[in-house]
Structure formats: C-alpha cells, structure tokens
C-alpha cells in the first residue's frame, strides 16, 4: 500500500484456487503471489498484441506502465491507498498503448516526473502522516512536473516538446493555484496545491489531482488521461484533557472489510493498549484490530475473536523503543468467512513514565559498586500507578558499521557455555532503507556451514536471536551476514548502519536494589517526576573488551492497564 509514493500501480485477481500444489494443505490462495502472474499474464497479451498488430508498433516497458496504469478501473470503497489506479483493464490499456504507439509517443516520452516539498519530499506524492504539523488551509504546497524523455530523443526534439494539461482534484477539500499548466521543453511546470481538513473528524483524507491532455484527442470519447498527483492526510485522534491518552471507536465491518482507526502518539508515550471487544450478534468468524506504526509497519494485533469460539474480547499492548512519536493507526478487519457483519468496540490506551540518563554516585567497593540515580517523569496524561525494577543480564556492543562497494555485511564471533542467547541487531536510517528493495540477515553455524536462521528485514530496525548449545565446553562460532538488495547497484559504493550485539549471559541476572522510593513503589501525577536511586550489586561480571554490561529498567503497572515500559540500561 502506498501514500507516500505512487503505489500500489493497479489491482488484479488476487485470489485463486489450485490443484498444482501437492505438497499443500489447501488449494485455495489469497495475496500478491496470486495477483501477480495474473498481472504478469494480462501484460504479456496486452505486449503480445501490439507485436502482432501490422503497424510493427515501437513499445518500451514506460509505454506498457503508462497504458496500465492510466486505464485501470477504481473500484467503490478503496481509497487510492488501497488501489492505486484501480483493476487493470486489458482492453482499455491496449487501446491507450495503441494511441501512444501511433503518436510516436514511445520514442519521446517515458514518465512525467514530480517534485514537492511535503513531508514525504522527493517520493512525488503529497503526504502527511509522519509530522504532526497538518497542513493550514492557506499553505500553497509547492510541486515541480517535468517530462521525462527517452533516452534516444535528440537535444532539438527535446526543446521542441509542449504539452498542456486540465488538472482537476478529485475532492473539494483539495484545490490548486490554477487550473492547467504546460509543458515546454525540459523546463518544469510549477503548480500550487492547497489542502483544507481544519473541520475535518480524525480519519484518513485521500485523492488525487488528475492531469489531462488539453487537445482535441480522445479515447472513448474522453480526454487522455496523463498522470496523477496523489494527496493524503491522516488526521488522527488527540489527546487532549477531556479524553486524557484514551479514545474509543465503534461501528460494524462488513464480511471482508476493514476500518481505520487513526491517532497520535505524542512525545513520552511509551507504550499503547488495544481492547477490542465484539458486540452481540455479529457471528463473525474472524475480527481484529491491528496496530500499524507511522511508518507502516505491522506491530502486533488484538484477536482474533468470534462468537463462533466464545472469545468475544482481545486486548495488545506495545511498550519499549517501538513506541515512537507520530500517526499511528489500527485497522480493525473481518475476513470474506464472517457470516453476517460484525460490530465492535475499540478502545486505545496510552501510557507513558520516561526515564533520565542514570548517573552514578556513592563509594565503589564493599558490599556494593555505587549507586545510580535515574530521573523518571510521568508522560501519560493520567497519574501512573506501579512500581520501578531494574537488573543488568548481558554483554552489549554497538557501533556504527559503513560499507564501501559491497552489498554483503558479515560478522564472526565465537561463544562459550557463559552465554546462553546472542542477539543480532541492524538498524537503518531512512535514506539508507529507501535504497533497498528487500533485505536478508541470516545466522550460520561458523564451524558447519549450517544456516541456522534466514530471515527477512521488514523495518528499519530489526533483530536476530538464537540460543546458544555447545557440547564438551568448546565455544562455537557463529556468522552473521546481512545481505540488503539495492534499487541501484550504484548505491552499494557507500551505505551505512548501526550493528548492535548482545549476548545473555547463562547465569542469573544481577538485579539491582531499589533503595528509594521504598519498595520501588511509583505514584506521578501527569508531568510529575522523582529520582529514583537503585544500588549495585557487588558481583557484576566484567565485561570483555569492546562491551558494556546491558540490561533493562522498567517501570510496571499492575491491571487493569497491565502496562509495563522498559527501556534499555547500559553501564
């Protein structure tokens, strides 16, 4: 799904049923692996018959995509996220092809090219879900179009192109500082967009402008369909003194459907609870609520629940460093199995104590190494109820890794009985995450050559781990290899990222003391704080060179929130 940029392209079939598959359970299949050879399949007769037709038409990969895209159907009750231009017409593509063959449009023009200064700068789309800054209806959102040309086009042809185009917004929430632009040589076309949701009910706002060729020319009687700017805002819930971090949603799923629940996470929150509760009568065979961070990607989910099962009520919750500021949302969803639509109820709970930098104070030596003294503030907008533990269990070494003309990243070390689990962690900026198309990280056995975990890296920060068995006491090496897969095979000449490793040590943790407050015991009104001193255990392992002694500090809330925020703790 996209918002951002330009995707998805279009939409096909994506479900099908198969007696190829022997070794399956099931013969029936849902997803992108069935959609695509039915994409794949519909293009190759769409290439085929503009080979075979008799005027030998030019075509290029940017003439098919154009056709494709500009012709798909939108279908009623996906947003352009959900869709992109819509299911591909084949008939409708190959008439678009042919009318782009036969202007000599495939050896001048490849793509139009657009440029912004939204939060998703760069990507050619308009798009707000990362900042909590929404646009105002008087900010002129500034965008740049230019032709793309082949290749092969000469200097002269270039500088004679010119095009115009009618632009019109699909919604009356979205309007523009003129209402066509043009086209002339290389030169860009400047245009301003501007976006009104200041009275508009949290939930996600999504259009396109749509550009068309202002001529005589015509496909089944319409103008020729150009391009599009797609424009998307996420308006989400707040918190405010009224709802104090707690919003609530409701409303019915229709069989196969879904709604989105949008809000915002503001700074200090560190961890989200879901509740999600079916209301009497649905006999749904499958509902839940699934929790997406701001930058999209999946983090766990309430459910499922039925009345089929007599689970009718599911909750989740998110606490630690994966509870970061911005647009987060819950898509509550319901299969093509549920009987009859269900109805639910949301809730959505944030909770937030955030912990200083400790300090460490007191004479070192005797039955004690000092003292640390840890600032901690309550960041939630209710008071925070619990208590405050903390305990060191490992050895931690991070650093940041730059590469040079390579797209394999390896590292060996070797391990013995004192640690018990190793764990592998990558994280990437965002720059260098959008240069990948996917990413490995794989654990092999150093000594065997065995691959012991192959997994794929879905975010920008993810983790190996695997348990650490050695026989007769001999240490046992272990390589990691991190293999991302560029766009360009240009970007591999620099990349860069943050390597974290962390070994659990096989003997118990050290747990530190809470020395105040008594019992470790937390009472913070909003936006209150205390020190907390925690003493030091006098046997804490040495840790080898290079490493740091790791562990967590948590602060934990008894039910009914059930919350517990831990952070890590270096020494």
């Known amino acids: 799904r996209g918002g951002d940029t330009f995707k998805p392209d279009i939409l096909a079939p994506g479900s099908a049923s ?14 992108t692996s069935m959609a695509s050879p039915a994409a794949a399949g519909a293009i190759a007769r769409l290439v085929d018959g503009l080979v075979r037709h008799e005027k030998k038409y030019p075509i290029d990969n940017a003439l098919v995509l154009r056709a494709v895209k500009n012709t798909a159907r939108p279908v009623p009750g996906l947003t352009l996220l959900d869709q992109g231009g819509g299911v591909l017409d084949l008939v409708a593509a190959y008439e678009y092809a042919r009318f782009l063959a036969e202007s000599g449009e495939a050896g001048v023009l490849r793509e139009y090219r657009i440029q912004n200064r939204s939060p998703a700068a760069g990507f050619g789309a308009l ?39 009618d632009l019109r917004p699909e919604v009356d929430w979205i309007s523009l500082t003129k209402p ?21 009910a949290p939930g996600l706002y999504t259009a396109r402008v749509g550009a068309y060729r202002k001529s005589d020319d015509r496909l089944d009687g319409a103008p020729i369909h150009e391009f599009d700017i797609p424009v998307t805002v996420l308006v989400p819930h707040r918190t405010t003194p009224d709802n104090r971090g707690r919003f609530r949603a409701a409303g019915e ?72 500021p911005g647009t987060w949302e819950v898509v509550v969803l319901s299969t093509l199995r549920s009987r009859t639509p269900a109805s639910y109820d949301l809730q959505i709970q944030l909770s937030g104590v955030e912990f200083g930098t400790p300090t460490r104070f007191g004479p070192a030596g005797g039955p004690t190494r000092g003292q640390l003294l840890v600032p901690i503030r309550a960041t939630q907008a209710t008071h925070f109820r619990g208590t405050v533990k903390a305990r060191f269990d490992r050895f931690v070494h991070r650093r940041v890794v730059e590469m040079q003309d390579t797209d394999v990243f390896t590292h060996t070390v070797r391990l013995d009985s004192a640690t018990k689990n190793a764990r592998w962690g990558v ?57 991302p897969a560029f766009t360009r095979r240009a970007d591999q000449k620099h990349w860069r990222f943050v390597f974290t490793e962390e070994l659990a040590w096989g003997a118990p943790a050290a747990e530190l003391e809470v020395v105040s407050p008594k019992n470790g015991s937390l009472h913070l009104a909003p936006n209150d704080w205390i020190h907390v001193v925690l003493r030091l255990p006098a046997m804490l392992p040495a840790p080898p060179d290079g490493y740091e002694l790791g562990g967590e500090l948590a602060a934990e809330a008894p039910r009914p929130e059930g919350v517990r925020i831990a952070v890590p703790l270096r020494l």
Not at 148 to 164: H, I, N, Q, T, V
Not at 186 to 195: K, R
Not at 437 to 444: F, G, P, R, S
């Open 427 to 483: 994280e990437f900026d965002r720059e260098t995450w959008g240069l990948f198309t996917d990413c490995v990280l794989q654990v092999i056995d150093a000594d065997t050559g065995k691959t012991l975990l192959n997994m794929g890296v879905s975010q920008r920060a993810d983790a190996a781990s695997v348990p650490v068995t050695v026989k007769d006491g001999a240490a046992k090496g272990f390589k990691v290899v991190l293999r």
């Open 180 to 200: 066509m632009i043009y086209l002339k040589g290389d030169q860009p076309a400047p245009l301003g967009i501007m976006v009104d949701v200041a009275d508009k």
């Open 18 to 31: 198969s007696t190829v598959p022997l070794w399956g359970e099931r013969d029936h299949y849902n997803g």
């Open 127 to 165: 798009y707000w879900r990362h900042t909590p800054a929404l646009p105002r209806p008087t900010d002129v959102l500034e965008c740049l179009v230019s032709a793309g040309f082949s290749p092969k086009l000469s200097a002269e042809d270039k500088a004679r192109f010119y095009r115009a185009f």
């Open 253 to 324: 799923v229709a069989p196969g459907g879904f709604e989105r629940v949008l809000f915002e996470v503001p700074p200090g929150i560190k961890a989200i609870t879901l509740g999600l509760r079916m209301l009497e009568g649905g006999k749904a065979s499958y509902l839940a609520a699934a929790l997406y961070d701001p930058d999209g990607v999946g983090r766990g989910a309430a459910g499922p629940v039925s009345e089929l099962v007599d689970r009718t009520e599911a909750s989740h919750t998110l606490a630690g460093p994966e509870v970061v």
